[in-house]
């Protein structure tokens, strides 16, 4: 498991200074389209101005190219680092739904770690020109809270309520499906004509349909969940029917080999500005079905070593 405050805490320990409650709402560049400081707001409202030789902006895919939209000026009117119409497009979650049964044997779900087992199969194959893939998870959360919720609705007290709640929560399997994304040009953030925050700023709002590719990755996926049923001898059978999200957001500052159809280069280094970075889960070109965390990490350390060698090359 990861958590950003790990590197936050190294980065104070070695002279960084960490600001809470920045607002940054504005970027400028120089005559060569270089960033040369930002503009921020602090808790009060009140305006201040950084300068430096480098920039990250690391808000990941909804605030970063909701930053830089805002930030549009007279030497590149459609936003920040946008001169391919890249910025805030490519929007990408990890769509999924869940399955539940009562299955023939008891299973003790809800002891040990929250997902003790994964199904790997469905994640590569030829079949993805076609249809997504997937990812199914044995949630292995305690089912005593839905079983409880089960055994009310069955209008029972006392000890035969007792002896429900434990035989649904023994017995009572979930699966969680994610499923695999494409890159959507039209999956687009925007920057609201109606809606503003606190600061004053526009809010963003996002078109996101999930498409065809991932619909027929769900139907498939309910063929393979009926199977795994089967093999529990399962009752009680149940795919729910709507898509849910697991924020997991990606894209809005789409990495590529081209300044033409992308926002970043490998070491999410913009194409327009070649003194700014945006490193995380924005730069993503693809989503696959695994949660995207580890590779935002990795994004984030390859940007500071191209950062380093940036700043080494301009002492």
């Not at 199904?119 to 839905?146: Q, T």
């Amino acid at each position: 498991m990861y958590n950003g405050i790990h590197h936050v805490q190294r980065a104070e320990d070695k002279g960084a200074k960490v600001i809470a409650e920045a607002v940054v709402y504005k970027i400028d560049t120089d005559e060569n389209n270089r960033v040369t400081a930002v503009h921020w707001y602090d808790a009060n409202k009140q305006s201040h101005r950084a300068t430096g030789r480098a920039f990250a902006l690391a808000c990941n895919s909804l605030e970063t190219p909701r930053l830089l939209l805002i930030a549009a000026n007279d030497r590149n009117p459609n936003g920040i680092a946008n001169s391919s119409d890249q910025v805030g497009r490519n929007m990408m979650d990890h769509s999924g739904f869940h399955c539940t049964f009562l299955a023939n044997e008891p299973l003790w779900i809800g002891r040990g770690p929250a997902q003790s087992s994964c199904l790997v199969g469905p994640r590569d194959g030829a079949f993805r020109s076609e249809y997504s893939a997937n990812k199914i998870i044995l949630n292995n959360i305690s089912r005593v809270g839905p079983a409880t919720v089960q055994a009310l609705k069955m209008g029972l007290v006392g000890k035969e309520l007792d002896e429900e709640i434990r035989r649904r929560a023994i017995f009572g399997v979930d699966l969680s499906i994610s499923l695999e994304p494409l890159p959507e040009p039209a999956n687009r953030l925007t920057l609201s004509k109606t809606r503003r925050d606190a600061h004053g700023l526009p809010c963003p709002d996002v078109y996101y349909d999930v498409g065809t590719y991932v619909r027929r990755g769900a139907e498939e996926s309910h063929k393979q969940l009926q199977h795994i049923g089967s093999l529990f001898g399962a009752v009680e059978f149940n795919i729910t029917t709507s898509l849910n999200a697991n924020n997991h957001p990606m894209g809005g500052t789409i990495m590529g080999s081209s300044p033409k159809d992308s926002v970043v280069d490998g070491d999410c280094r913009t194409y327009d500005h070649t003194n700014l970075w945006l490193p995380g889960g924005g730069a993503m070109p693809s989503a696959s079905v695994v949660n995207s965390t580890l590779s935002m990490v990795a994004l984030g350390l390859r940007s500071a070593d191209s950062i380093s060698t940036f700043l080494g090359q301009r002492k």
